[in-house]
């Protein structure tokens, strides 16, 4: 997994993706999205980190199969919380 923690003011956002979508572009009827390497970041990161910083951040933006599997198989959020674009996994976690 790709993935970096922003932050911004006083939110933490973590941004994980699948190393392959790194800077791709998600074309649907109405807009697109770039899973851009500024966002993503560029740096594998390890399982552990993704944990290490999902503790400590209060969003986390996800896209892909791989990246949106380890937060189901960590119970962090259930298989029917991912959408789907252009078949690309995506989730979006807030934490309340």
Do not use: R, W
Request: hydrophobic share 40%; charged share 25%.
């Amino acid at each position: 997994m790709i993935g970096k923690l922003h932050n911004f003011s006083k939110n933490k956002i973590l941004a994980v993706c699948d190393s392959n979508l790194v800077n791709t572009k998600i074309i649907l009827k109405n807009f697109e999205i770039m899973i851009s390497s500024s966002f993503f970041g560029e740096k594998i990161i390890s399982e552990k980190e993704v944990l290490d910083f999902f503790k400590d951040c209060d969003s986390v933006n996800c896209f892909g199969k791989k990246s949106c599997g380890f937060f189901i198989n960590n119970n962090l959020i259930n298989k029917d919380q991912v959408i789907f674009l252009n078949k690309v996994p995506h989730v979006q976690i807030y934490k309340i």
